[in-house]
């Protein structure tokens, strides 16, 4: 009846720096696949995938380009504060971190107020009190998706694996259950500027599963937006945003 298993911070290191731009999607990929590597596959899929805890900056002052914790003093971090457009911004980047923390296998673990937008430097400044009716109307919402897609979703929760990198912007991740047919596929676009995909199935050839046979389904729709991708001969072909992600499902 519990749990064992390792906080994932080197997932976090990853995600953090991929989505301000101190690495690509490339570098990403290589951070994710040596993670799976190192350890057996019933202990990768428990790993805890964190953005915050008590311990470390708050994802969301981290993605909105706040200093590294050990570079400044206390009293820096207690006055920090991000301009309003950087702050944006990291709400922006932290709806893709949950995006990945819910495509990837292992154990989403929320940092309690990270789905209202709570920021912070590293503890103390980490532990506010939770912002009863004051949060982030946008950053609740699509937490509130994310995560209910994740807990009725088989293939997220325990499906087959593909990923990688299709641009220095762009990275996706594949989920499915051959026996179900039920599919799910994260783009993430971190760059700030609109960027067109085309990928199939095996322009994914890494993950635990980057050599099983799969074709994306035809029935997908992102479950943020309702949009449904362009499919043609296999190859799936959309245009994603600034900024965003697109988390594809197969509808049922």
């Given at each position: 009846?519990?749990?064992?298993?390792?906080?994932?911070?080197?997932?976090?290191?990853?995600?953090?720096?991929?989505?301000?731009?101190?690495?690509?999607?490339?570098?990403?990929?290589?951070?994710?696949?040596?993670?799976?590597?190192?350890?057996?596959?019933?202990?990768?899929?428990?790993?805890?995938?964190?953005?915050?805890?008590?311990?470390?900056?708050?994802?969301?002052?981290?993605?909105?380009?706040?200093?590294?914790?050990?570079?400044?003093?206390?009293?820096?971090?207690?006055?920090y504060q991000p301009t309003e457009q950087d702050q944006q911004k990291g709400y922006f980047r932290l709806i893709l971190a949950a995006?990945?923390?819910?495509?990837?296998?292992?154990?989403?673990?929320?940092?309690?107020?990270?789905?209202?937008?709570?920021?912070?430097?590293?503890?103390?400044?980490?532990?506010?009190?939770?912002?009863?009716?004051?949060?982030?109307?946008?950053?609740?919402?699509?937490?509130?998706?994310?995560?209910?897609?994740?807990?009725?979703?088989?293939?997220?929760?325990?499906?087959?694996?593909?990923?990688?990198?299709?641009?220095?912007?762009?990275?996706?991740?594949?989920?499915?259950?051959?026996?179900?047919?039920?599919?799910?596929?994260?783009?993430?676009?971190?760059?700030?500027?609109?960027?067109?995909?085309?990928?199939?199935?095996?322009?994914?050839?890494?993950?635990?599963?980057?050599?099983?046979?799969?074709?994306?389904?035809?029935?997908?729709?992102?479950?943020?937006?309702?949009?449904?991708?362009?499919?043609?001969?296999?190859?799936?072909?959309?245009?994603?945003?600034?900024?965003?992600?697109?988390?594809?499902?197969?509808?049922?």
């Amino acid at each position: 009846d519990e749990l064992d298993s390792a906080m994932n911070y080197p997932f976090m290191e990853a995600a953090v720096a991929f989505l301000t731009g101190r690495s690509d999607a490339y570098a990403l990929d290589h951070a994710l696949q040596t993670l799976r590597e190192h350890y057996p596959k019933p202990f990768y899929e428990a790993c805890l995938n964190l953005i915050s805890s008590h311990d470390i900056i708050r994802a969301a002052t981290a993605l909105s380009g706040a200093p590294d914790r050990n570079s400044v003093s206390r009293k820096l971090q207690a006055a920090y504060q991000p301009t309003e457009q950087d702050q944006q911004k990291g709400y922006f980047r932290l709806i893709l971190a949950a995006a990945l923390q819910m495509a990837l296998p292992g154990v989403p673990s929320v940092y309690y107020g990270d789905e209202a937008g709570m920021t912070g430097m590293s503890d103390p400044f980490n532990r506010a009190t939770y912002p009863w009716g004051s949060e982030n109307e946008a950053v609740f919402s699509a937490y509130t998706a994310l995560m209910r897609a994740r807990a009725g979703s088989g293939a997220l929760k325990r499906g087959l694996c593909r990923m990688g990198a299709l641009s220095p912007e762009l990275y996706a991740v594949l989920r499915w259950l051959p026996e179900s047919g039920e599919q799910a596929l994260l783009l993430i676009n971190r760059s700030e500027r609109a960027q067109q995909a085309a990928l199939r199935p095996d322009d994914l050839p890494q993950g635990a599963d980057g050599e099983t046979p799969v074709e994306f389904s035809d029935t997908f729709s992102d479950l943020l937006t309702g949009e449904t991708p362009r499919i043609t001969n296999g190859e799936l072909v959309t245009k994603l945003p600034p900024l965003t992600a697109r988390l594809y499902r197969t509808m049922k």
